[in-house]
């Protein structure tokens, strides 16, 4: 699987716990860890780039400044020893919202995600993605862009605006720089590959054998 940069700074200020401020100067100071940008401005994370991120958070949990966490992380890059890596856990009965009109597309991702432990809920509408929030709040919500004639971006704002919700922009068009500057937190180019798609949403639900850890200590950096 492609290690492309798809994670948004949003995202990993919700993955990590890490305020996007100090994720910023990290980078400023240390050069380590250096997102891409998109077109639009937007930095955007590879998922090694997430889990290098991780390391250093965890190594100022365990009282390590944050330039000798990234002393060590660059010792590690140069020598190719692998960071540590946690037991992948199952869904926990977290609630996966499928905002997709392709029905063929929605069982797909319904069936994989059924499979590591996820609760899922299909619509095929704006407004039955809408109602359904209502009733039920998701953990997080997948988003077909195309859903309700092209609505999907609408769709994207109006859920983080109103739930604050996590959200995965999915389409065959690339709408990347739309989709994170509506609010989604990673942008996947259709047909999904299910070991990503499984891989993204462990990750943005912070469960990832990656990022699964205690919490982060907020410190200077």
Known sequence: MPDSPVYSIGALVRMLSVPAATLRTWEDRYGVVVPERSPGGQRLYSRLQVEQLRFVRDRLSDGMAASDAYRVLEGRIASGVPLEQARIPDGDGLLVMLAEQDPFAADFSDYFLRTEGYG??????????LAEAVREVPDLVLIDLLISEAQGLRLCGQLKQQFDLPVLAISTLDLRD???????????????EPLRL????????????????????????
């Open 120 to 129: 899922v809920t299909v619509v095929s509408t704006v407004e039955q993605a």
């Open 198 to 221: 499984v891989s993204v949403v462990r990750d943005l639900l912070g469960q990832s054998a990656y990022l699964r850890s205690g919490a982060a200590l907020e410190r200077s950096p």
């Open 178 to 192: 739309e989709a994170l500057e509506a609010g989604a937190a990673v942008f996947l180019s259709k047909p999904l």
